[in-house]
C-alpha cells in the first residue's frame, strides 16, 4: 500500500486548494479513504471519509467548506479545500481504511493559510 | 461527538520497563478503539485495532485491552524504537475521534 499526497502549499485566508492522494498497491476502488489533519505540534483531528460507493462524511468543522471526492480510474483521492481560515494549516494526511480504522496512512502534505 | 481522553499526556521510562497508556471515552464505545504510533517526524502507523487486535508487523510486546469507556495500551519491555506519540482513537460513532496523545520518553 502507497499512499502519496500532493497539493498543499501556502494560501491566503478565504481562498482554495485542492490535495490529492495517488494510491497504489492495492485495489483503490474497493476501499474508503479517509483524510486526517494534524496542526503543528498537536493532535490529531479527523476530516473527512469517502467509501468505496462514494458516500461521504465530514467534520462538523469543515462541513460546507471542504469537499472529498475520488477518481477511481486514476486510483485519486481528493480534497477540496474552500474558505480556508487559519485553523486549517496542518499536515493533512490521506489514510485507507482497515477495518474502517485509518489503517494504511500516507506521509502528509503541509498546508498553510496566512496572509 | 465522543470526547476521548488520554492518560498521562507525558510519560518518561526506561528500556526494559512496562509502560500503560489509558484512554477514557465519554461513553460506551464497544471496543471499537485503535491504537496508533506516530515516531517523531513521521505519519501514524495502526498498532492495535478493535480494542486487542494485533495489526501485521506490530511486536507483541504491544497489547491492547478493556471494554466499554476504559480502554489501555500496554508495552512490555521498552525499547528505544518505541520512542513515539501513541493515539488511541473511537470508531464507533461518527466523526471518528482521537485522544490528545501520550508522548512517550526515555528516562
Known amino acids: 500500500v502507497q499512499l502519496v499526497e500532493s497539493g498543499g502549499g501556502l494560501v491566503q485566508p478565504g481562498k482554495s486548494l485542492k490535495l490529492s492522494c495517488s494510491a497504489s498497491g492495492f485495489t483503490f476502488s474497493s476501499y474508503g479513504m479517509h483524510w486526517i489533519r494534524q496542526a503543528p505540534g498537536k493532535g490529531l483531528d479527523w476530516v473527512a471519509y469517502i467509501s468505496s460507493s462514494s458516500g461521504t462524511v465530514y467534520a462538523d468543522a469543515v462541513k460546507g467548506r471542504f469537499t472529498i471526492s475520488r477518481d477511481n480510474a486514476k486510483n485519486t483521492l481528493y480534497l477540496q479545500l474552500n474558505s480556508l481560515k487559519s485553523e486549517d494549516t496542518a499536515i493533512y494526511y490521506c489514510a485507507r481504511s482497515f477495518f474502517h480504522y485509518p489503517g494504511y496512512w500516507g506521509q502528509g502534505v503541509m498546508v498553510t493559510v496566512s496572509s | 461527538d465522543i470526547q476521548m481522553t488520554q492518560s498521562p499526556a507525558s510519560l518518561s521510562a526506561s528500556l526494559g520497563e512496562t509502560v500503560t497508556i489509558e484512554c477514557l471515552a465519554s461513553e460506551d464505545i464497544y471496543s471499537n478503539l485503535a491504537w496508533y504510533q506516530q515516531k517523531p517526524g513521521k505519519s501514524p502507523q495502526l498498532l492495535i485495532y478493535?480494542?486487542?487486535s494485533l495489526n501485521d508487523g506490530v511486536p507483541s510486546r504491544f497489547s491492547g485491552s478493556g471494554s466499554g469507556t476504559q480502554y489501555s495500551l500496554k508495552i512490555n519491555s521498552l525499547q528505544s524504537e518505541d520512542v513515539s506519540i501513541y493515539f488511541c482513537q473511537q470508531n464507533y460513532d461518527s466523526p471518528p475521534t482521537f485522544g490528545g496523545g501520550t508522548k512517550l520518553e526515555l528516562k
Open positions: 478493535y480494542a486487542n
